[in-house]
C-alpha cells in the first residue's frame, strides 16, 4: 500500500546542481525518519543523508558540506545537492522507516532514479 516515489535526477556537469524529491503515498504512519541512498556500480547501497521524525540529520562525510535533506511537507523528503562530484554518480533511493514494531523496523524504498555527473 506505501508507495514511495522519487523525482529529479538527470546528468549534469562537475560543480553544478540537482534536487531530488521523495514523497510517501499511502503513509498512514508517521515515519520515524526517511532518508536519500545511494549505489554505485559494483558497490553496496550506501547512507547519504537521513532526516528523523525529531528534525536531527545525518550526513555521510562525502557529502556534508554539499547536500542538504529537507522535510518541505509530511511523508517527503528533498534531497539538494551542490557542487556535484563525478563520484556522486549513482542511482539515488529514497527510503522510508517505520518504527511501530521496534525493534522490527520497517522499511520502503523507492525505485531509484539515476544522477551522472560526469564532463
Known amino acids: 500500500q506505501v508507495q514511495v516515489v522519487e523525482s529529479g535526477g538527470g546528468s549534469v556537469q562537475p560543480g553544478e546542481s540537482l534536487r531530488l524529491s521523495c514523497v510517501g503515498r499511502?503513509?498512514?504512519?508517521?515515519?520515524?525518519?526517511m532518508a536519500w541512498y545511494r549505489q554505485r556500480p559494483g558497490e553496496q547501497r550506501e547512507l547519504v543523508a537521513r532526516?528523523?521524525?525529531?528534525?536531527?540529520i545525518n550526513y555521510a562525510d562525502s557529502v556534508k558540506g554539499r547536500f542538504t535533506i529537507s522535510r518541505p511537507a509530511l511523508f517527503t523528503a528533498d534531497l539538494q545537492m551542490n557542487s556535484l562530484k563525478p563520484e556522486d554518480t549513482a542511482i539515488y533511493y529514497c527510503?522510508?522507516?517505520?518504527?511501530?514494531?521496534?525493534?522490527?523496523?520497517?522499511?520502503?524504498w523507492g525505485q531509484g532514479i539515476q544522477v551522472t555527473v560526469s564532463s
Open positions: 532526516l528523523w521524525k525529531n528534525d536531527v
Open positions: 499511502g503513509v498512514t504512519f508517521t515515519p520515524q525518519n
Open positions: 527510503n522510508i522507516q517505520n518504527y511501530r514494531n521496534f525493534p522490527s523496523i520497517e522499511n520502503f
